[in-house]
């Protein structure tokens, strides 16, 4: 047996619904997906259970950036560099349409013109925008018979950060926090 708490606040409707997959001697899972999934994210099938929470890793940065006066580049190692320009429209309800001009660059959006702020242009580079396979993840999870299965399963599991819990039949249990956590030069400390 296997009890799991995902860590996430009450919905009013839920976002999680349970699913039973049968494919008959192929696949036999349950378990609770998200609407559209193809796949049980947290459940079991006849070998192994397994549930999800959420781990605290730092896979959120900040950058400074220099950027020309147009607003068209940015230097990175010396080299001025295109920013991605996008335009996005904003429909408010009952109301206007807001149009933003949003700036990225390799790392990823400027920030600091949302909040006003006056020194530098601050980018963000979150990890969760970099490309991972969740979905093969959780379809390698539904069919997983043990441990080793589960292991391969998870090691692409990398844009949501989480602890990921493990029981068997054999009355095995583990854990496996699979998350993208950036590599960054230290300073010392």
């Keep these: 047996m296997l009890a799991n708490d995902m860590h996430l606040g009450l919905f009013a409707p839920g976002i999680w619904y349970q699913m039973h ?3 008959e001697g192929k696949l036999n899972v349950t378990g609770l997906v998200l609407p559209g999934q193809p796949a049980v994210i947290a459940g079991h099938n006849d070998s192994i259970a397994w549930g999800m929470t959420n781990v605290m890793v730092d896979d959120l ?11 068209t580049k940015y230097l990175f190692n010396g080299e001025w560099k295109d920013l991605i320009i996008k335009n996005e429209k904003i429909v408010i309800k009952g ?16 920030v600091s013109q949302f909040k006003d702020v006056k020194e530098k242009p601050i980018s963000i580079h979150w990890l969760g925008n970099e ?30 950060s989480q602890n990921i819990v493990y029981a068997d039949a054999a009355g095995n249990i583990g854990l496996q926090t699979s998350a993208g956590v950036p590599i960054c030069k230290g300073n010392g400390i």
Excluded: Q
């Excluded at 940065?61 to 607003?71: A, G, K, M």
């Excluded at 109301?95 to 400027?110: N, Q, S």
């Design 61 to 71: 940065d900040f950058y400074f950036e220099t950027i020309n006066e147009d607003s």
């Design 95 to 110: 109301g206007e349409e807001v149009e933003k001009r949003i700036l990225f660059t390799h790392r990823g959006p400027i």
């Design 21 to 23: 997959l049968v494919v």
């Design 131 to 160: 490309m991972s396979n969740e979905i093969r993840t959780v379809y390698k999870l539904n069919r997983a018979k043990n441990w080793s299965d589960f292991r391969d399963a998870v090691k692409t599991f990398k844009s949501v």
